[in-house]
């Protein structure tokens, strides 16, 4: 397997100081170069007729990486490393998100209007008129990130606690790319009753509730009756924001190959949630010919260890994961690192799209495949066609919370997709561009425009 590329989630800062004469900063670059670390930012802080203090940042391809590279700096002559620290971890010192006020309280009528009395007025407004809370409360504008901690990015079942920064990070992306107020809660419990009890009592303060980093097949059934019992949107990130960003990059890179949905072999490894709803909405868009494959090979229907959504899959065809992947047109990824071998990729059809979307490591390296490949994508960032949710969910929930749709439809995930495919015009797609960036301001407006439309289309919505 090829070693991962330095990259920021393992970024460092160190602060040296060093004699103020030519030769000396070039030197420490070079051994961060030698020691395989990629210099960013360099930052004079002060300096003297004999000495300056700098900043460099380093990206770092792990942790022990990390420490290779503050070694050889500290083993070098006449340079002091004075501090060094993990931007990550930096960054999540204190938690990542704060609530803050929307309306300054400078003098004692502004507390009047804000807390008692006057807010008794509105407290019975909304009491005599329950759908007043949409228009005079954070409701209008607020999800809740829950999650029981049990299927924490691809680390396992780490708990609440740990499951914590991820939901953090989840409302720091609704905010930043939706303008949607979101607020984690990560609950004590991995009971599907008590989950749905608990998401139930908390609704009123929510106009939508976003699923996070729950285990399959318990994820299912948590969405499929929150979805029946509760009048708010219910999504489940993990599932269908992972399958709308697949199908708007898939009809992105199927464009560049010219070949059509209905008519293609698609193989995804990996038949948890992620998985299961790739291929669901898949076939919604018109896929005809999936075959879903696990840890145990292929998901064949002679198979008595498959559950309900499994089974909803199965193929009529047993065998490995090497056998799946003969003669097909597309492998999408949701998996594990290094699953797959470059043998594999060469026995799919010509022009193969691979989407290799396991992190922090593929399922495959593209550099092993770079010459065999038609397009290729992973969910890494530094790679060229990052498969992110972030793409999704912000524009989906704004879309949703502004017409106050009751409920999210297939109509509206497959329109999200479509949103997001055609924001890279025909005429611009390429190997290497198949969606387009998180950072694109247009994605959000996009989504969420096409996400209200559809909802309006299913009459789910209450404006």
Known sequence: ?????????????????????????????????QAGGNVGDITLLEQTRELCDREIVVDASSADHQQTIVGKVKALAEVKL???????????????????????????????????????????????????VFDLTVKQNMVAIVTDGSAVLGLGNLGPEGALPVMEGKAMLFKEFGGVDAFPICVQTQSTDAIVEIVKQVS???????????????????????????????????????AIVVLAALTNALKFVKKALPSIKIVINGAGAAGIAVAKLLQEGGATNIWLCDSQGIVSRDRSDLNPAKQSMAVDTAGKLADAMQDAD????????????????????????????ANPIPE?????????VAVMATGRSDYPNQINNVLAFPGLFRGALDCRASDLTTRMFLAAARAIADLVPPSEIQATHIVPSAFDPAVATAVAEAVRQAAIADGVTKC
Request: glycine share 6%; hydrophobic share 45%.
């Open 82 to 132: 004075l501090d060094w620290y993990d931007r990550t971890f930096q960054m999540h010192q204190g938690g990542k998100i704060t609530v803050m006020t929307k309306t300054p309280l400078t003098r004692q009528s502004d507390l009047a209007m804000a807390y008692t009395p006057g807010v008794g007025r509105v407290c019975r407004a909304i009491a005599d008129d329950p759908n007043r």
């Open 1 to 33: 397997m090829a070693n991962l590329l330095p990259n920021s989630s393992f970024s460092v800062l160190l602060k040296i100081q060093l004699p103020n004469r030519p030769g000396y900063l070039a030197q420490v670059i070079e051994t961060i170069g």
């Open 364 to 372: 495959i390296q593209p550099e092993l495949v770079s010459d065999c």
């Open 204 to 242: 009123p303060v929510f106009g939508g509730v976003n699923l996070e980093d729950i285990a399959a097949p318990r994820c299912f059934e948590i969405e499929a009756r929150l979805k029946t019992e509760l009048d708010i949107p219910i999504f489940h990130d993990d599932q269908h924001g992972t």
């Open 330 to 357: 597309v492998f999408l990824g949701l998996s594990a690192p290094g699953v797959v071998s470059v043998e594999m990729v060469k026995s799919m059809a010509a022009a193969p799209i691979v989407f290799a979307m």
